[in-house]
Structure formats: C-alpha cells, structure tokens
C-alpha cells in the first residue's frame, strides 16, 4: 500500500480545505511517510452556482512554485487539477486544460442544473431516482464533452447524501447510463476513481458503492485509481487498505498512477 500514491488532494488553494493544508505541509508529511509522489488537484469549478468557488487558483504560480519546491525535495511533486464540469463552461475548461501544464486531471460532476446532491437541492427538486438520473446523464455529457482527463472522480458521490437507498431498484434502473460512461471511458483508455473520503467521513453511505465498481469490473474496465480527496494533511491516503481490499474483493489486480503524466500500473 505504502507505494501506491494519492491521486486525489487539495491544497489550501481549495476554499473548502484546510488553511494549513499547504505544499510544504504536505511535503514534509510525505517525506515522514517516505512517499515517492504527490499530486495535488485542487478545485476548479468554473461557473459553480456556489460563490464559495467562484475565485480558480492561480496553477500557473503553483506549478512554478512546485518547480521550486522540487529542488529540495525526493518526492516528485505533479500538478493536478479536479474539473468540475459545467455543461456551460466547457469552452473554460478546455482552455484551462490546453494553457495549463498539467500532470493529471480529475474531471467530476458536483452540480447538476444548478443543484447539489450534497445541500440536497437536487433531492428537494427531484426525488431520489430523478435525481440519479440526471445526475449521470450529467457525468454522461462530462465523459464525452472533456476529452483531455485522465481519472474520473468520485462516481459514486450522490450517493453519500441518500439516506437507506433501495441498491436494487437503483442498480437496475441507472444501468443504461453507468454502461453509456463505462464505454466511453475504457474506448478512451480512462480512469475510474475509487475515493475513500466516505471511509473517513459522516456521510449517510461510509463506502464506495459496490455495484458501481462491480458493474464497471463487469463491463470490463480494469483501469482504477485510489483517491483520498484529502482537504487536510493528516487524511492524505486514508482509507487506502480499505479501499484495496474493497478491490480486490471485486476482482482487480492493480491500480493506475500518474507521475509527471506518465500512467503506471501498481500491483494491490
């Protein structure tokens, strides 16, 4: 586990992370633990209906600053970015991605329409199975309209705001569209992220949903990735024994990792 890095934390860059979540924090954090890489993939939601990340960090001074950083350092420092997609920013995004040199993107679906699955607006507005499906029509769009990213970020992330949801009916019913962005990332030659934030948090569901992963196994993808998304330095890699196990009791092998853009395949 120890070699398998983070793809997924934020820096306090993000507005919604920790203020002492800084690069030097969490490069003296991974020197203790003797990690060989860190990547950081800090918000960008352009266009967010939440004014709290209406400001996109500067990445450009970031990567200088990284590049600095690194002079000092044996840990290999990459920029990421998490995309949070808009169907009206898509022309921002891809400038963003075309200007900036990064080493790994997350693309996710935070809103849909406006709403959020985590203020449950978009329960409120929607019911449940609504909801859901217009959640992943959503992420359908993402997966096809942003063609420059590499893993795909917390799938499962509605779910955490649902409380006792009926996995049956569900699985049944968001099948047709979980297979439509199954597809499309394994013709594309993309990742599925498991993030290991609900291990550590208070939502209503404390892990990954197993019938999407399973679905995913089933449909042929093998390209995973374990994500924190750490917002402070002490979560970086939390819940990654978790995660593994949770994996191979699916069936997977390996995970994927980037470093400096470069895609590996870490045995679990």
Do not use: W
């Not at 893993?151 to 049956?168: C, E, M, N, T, W």
């Not at 997977?252 to 400096?260: K, P």
């Amino acid at each position: 586990m120890s070699q398998i890095p983070d793809s997924h934390m934020h820096t306090s860059d993000s507005p919604d992370a920790d203020r002492d979540a800084t690069l030097d924090a969490y490069i003296k954090e991974a020197e203790k633990r003797g990690l060989s890489s860190l990547t950081f993939t800090d918000h960008c939601d352009i266009g967010s209906p939440n004014p709290l990340f209406a400001e996109i960090p500067d990445f450009i001074t970031q990567k200088k600053r990284l590049i600095t950083l690194q002079q000092s350092t044996d840990v290999s420092l990459n920029l990421g970015v998490e995309i949070g997609y808009q169907p009206s920013a898509q022309s921002s995004i891809q400038s963003l991605l075309t200007s900036v040199p990064f080493d790994t993107v997350l693309l996710s679906v935070h809103y849909v329409d406006g709403l959020d699955p985590y203020d449950q607006s978009l329960f409120d507005a929607y019911g449940i199975k609504k909801a859901l499906t217009r959640y992943y029509e959503t992420m359908c769009d993402a997966v096809a309209s942003v063609p420059d990213f590499d893993i795909l970020a917390h799938i499962d992330y509605p779910f955490r705001y649902i409380q006792s949801p009926d996995f049956d009916a569900l699985k049944r019913h968001l099948a047709p569209l979980l297979n439509r962005i199954f597809n499309t990332l394994i013709k594309q030659d993309k990742v599925l992220e498991v993030n290991t934030a609900p291990y550590r948090k208070d939502y209503a569901i404390n892990a990954p949903v197993h019938f999407i992963y399973d679905q995913y196994f089933k449909a042929g993808g093998r390209a995973v990735s374990i994500g924190s998304d750490a917002h402070a330095v002490g979560d970086l890699k939390a819940g990654f024994s978790e995660a593994i196990d949770f994996l191979k009791s699916i069936g997977f092998h390996d995970v994927i990792t980037f470093n400096q853009s470069v895609k590996h395949r870490i045995s679990i």
